[in-house]
T-cell receptor, first 111, second 114 residues
Framework: QQPVQSPQAVILREGEDAVINCSSS?????VHWYRQKHGEAPVFLMI?????EQKGHEKISASFNEKKQQSSLYLTASQLSYSGTYFC????????????FGTGTRLKVLA | GAGVSQSPRYKVAKRGQDVALRCDPI?????LFWYQQALGQGPEFLTY????????KSGLPSDRFFAERPEGSVSTLKIQRTQQEDSAVYLC????????????FGPGTRLLVL
């Protein structure tokens, strides 16, 4: 039931781009994206509510394909501060507020 | 003003002891969530409160786990007769409303059961 994220880990040089995918075997009603640095709490990045929706936040954007039951997070021109573990949080049943987090993607940006 | 706070930040317990973990959500936030996060894993849902009502406790691993939010603000997660497998970081999050909204996480309580 836990959404699968890919890749599991990625190493980038500053300025490079990355895509993180979150795939579910069940229908999704909303997707949240979070970044968590080691020893710290997850920090909210964005929420996507509708199929096909795309959102952007500075150089980080995301898409949500309801039909494919997946979401993707796009990091462009990565910065050192982007390093951390990225999690998608998915709501599989509308209105339950029960969020199932994905397997996580460890991202390391090198200078 | 301040974010979500949790106390204690670290707790070491002997197996069999009872522990109580506290969460102070952002003032006025209606929704409150508890998660358990094992090392290297994503947060796992434990329970959800809307004001003082516990609407979902399906993620609590056993009847040794109990959560309350009696006045709709501060919440306490209690673990009775702790076991080694309870060792994890316990995260609390709150959100302003009851819809799909931003969840603001606290720093977590790292519990180690020896």
């Amino acid at each position: 039931q836990q959404p699968v994220q890919s890749p599991q880990a990625v190493i980038l040089r500053e300025g490079e781009d990355a895509v993180i995918n979150c795939s579910s075997s069940k229908a999704l009603y909303s997707v949240h994206w979070y970044r968590q640095k080691h020893g710290e709490a997850p920090v909210f990045l964005m929420i996507l509510l509708k199929g096909g929706e795309q959102k952007g936040h500075e150089k980080i954007s995301a898409s949500f394909n309801e039909k494919k039951q997946q979401s993707s997070l796009y990091l462009t021109a990565s910065q050192l501060s982007y390093s951390g573990t990225y999690f998608c949080g998915t709501e599989m049943t509308s209105g339950t507020y029960k969020y199932i987090f994905g397997t996580g993607t460890r991202l390391k940006v090198l200078a | 003003g301040a974010g979500v706070s949790q106390s204690p930040r670290y707790k070491v317990a002997k197996r069999g002891q009872d522990v109580a973990l506290r969460c102070d959500p952002i003032s006025g936030h209606v929704s409150l969530f508890w998660y358990q996060q094992a090392l290297g894993q994503g947060p796992e849902f434990l329970t959800y409160f809307q004001n003082e009502a516990q609407l979902d406790k399906s993620g609590l691993p056993s009847d040794r786990f109990f959560a309350e939010r009696p006045e709709g603000s501060v919440s306490t997660l209690k673990i009775q007769r702790t076991q080694q497998e309870d060792s994890a970081v316990y995260l609390c999050a709150s959100s302003r409303g009851t819809g799909q909204e931003t969840q603001y996480f606290g720093p977590g309580t790292r519990l180690l059961v020896l």
